[in-house]
């Protein structure tokens, strides 16, 4: 049964993920988080390469890039590994799943890693300190993270970004809101000041498995825009350039880039998308999200400033604590069956062409 891929919490998905591939008897290679989830719980990213290790072409998938949105990625890789009718890899191609590659944010029930970082505005050069600007956020960044959560903080938050619209403009207030900063760790989409734990370990696990790969196509499972249960494939790349023209051949009209046209969303330079790279001399490689409709964009975002609060100012263990995880969890991952089942299917058509693609 398609529900029986889909995990209740992290540790569900996690045992779940291990016995399929017990079952399948694919070896499992595990990356132990420094920090332990709230029951004290040891957390782990497990990769787990489906084919042959030697095999010249490889599709990634990779699920809770941002943490409480793993739970969709992880019924897909569950059932890419045990549903009669999941995809299986061509002679010279392998499928890689990456099971939880933020493991402390989807046990915490949070976009965010264990320092407070979005893995998707990590992927930056840290280095140097060039970070990408984005002075606007701080007029935006005393509003994102609410002192005191009552019945009117949902609107009074509303009231300030509508100002702030009003002022600067919709478009560039919504850009400076998303696409990463890194100069507020308490606040939201810190992008770090370093390369964060699941970056290193994404970059090690890239390198342990596809040394010989000479071409990798990555597909990064996310929650929480678009049409409910639908799974939208976006890349920040635009027409004319290689990673979207390849997705375009691939998968038509369903490509939608982030940033060109006039529904430019905020491409982010730190998104797993545009600045990871596997650490693989001469490897081809090209990495496309894939992003699933949960609940409606105004309850959302109340549920996740909710959260914000919480982890900043609030108690988890409390009544208020245990409705937003609640809330939160619900608006990432809707429990129901019908929307599980739409994500797998959408996700095994996506996983298919993929691997019927890559070494074509
Ligand atoms: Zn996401």
Redesign the pocket.
């Known amino acids: 049964m398609v529900e029986d891929y889909f995990p209740a919490t992290y540790c569900d998905g996690r045992a779940r993920f291990l016995s399929a591939c017990l079952d399948a008897r694919v070896p499992v290679a595990s990356y132990r988080n420094p920090h332990p989830g709230p029951e004290g719980e040891a957390l782990y990213t497990d990769a787990a390469l489906v084919g042959r290790t030697d095999a010249e072409n490889v599709v990634v998938v990779t699920s809770s890039?941002?943490g409480v949105?793993g739970f969709a990625g992880s019924g897909i890789q569950v059932g890419l590994l045990r549903d009669a009718d999941a995809p299986k890899p061509p002679p010279d191609t392998a499928l890689l799943l990456i099971h939880t590659i933020n493991p402390h944010g989807m046990a915490w029930l949070r976009?965010e890693n264990e320092d407070n970082v979005d893995l998707?505005r990590n992927f930056v050069d840290h280095e140097g300190g060039n970070y990408p600007e984005n002075d606007l956020f701080e007029e935006l960044v005393e509003h994102l993270v609410p002192k005191v959560w009552d019945d009117d903080a949902y609107e009074r938050y509303k009231a300030a970004i509508g100002a702030l619209n009003h002022r600067y403009g919709e478009v560039p207030v919504r850009k400076a809101m998303h696409k990463g900063q890194y100069r507020h760790p308490d606040s939201i989409h810190y992008g770090g000041g370093t390369a964060t734990w699941s970056n290193r370990t994404l970059g090690r696990i890239c390198g342990e498995f596809l040394g010989a790969a000479r071409r990798g196509a990555m597909i990064d499972v996310?929650?929480?825009l678009g049409p409910y249960g639908y799974g939208e494939l976006m890349t920040p790349s635009k027409p004319g350039e290689p990673v979207y023209d390849l997705f375009f051949d691939w998968y038509g009209e369903q490509v939608h880039s982030t940033t060109a046209g006039a529904s430019a969303y905020a491409g982010s330079k730190g998104s797993i998308l545009a600045g990871f790279r596997p650490p693989v001399a001469g490897l081809e490689w090209a990495a496309v999200g894939l992003e699933y409709g949960t609940r409606e964009r105004e309850h959302m975002r109340r549920c996740m400033l909710a959260n914000a609060w919480l982890h900043a100012h609030g108690e988890l263990d409390s009544d208020l604590g245990r409705a937003i995880k609640r809330d939160v969890k619900d608006a990432s991952y809707p429990g129901e069956e019908k929307w599980k089942t739409m994500v797998w299917e959408r996700g095994r058509e996506v996983v298919e062409i993929a691997l019927r693609r890559i070494g074509a």
């Open positions: 890039t941002h949105e976009r998707n996310h929650t929480g």
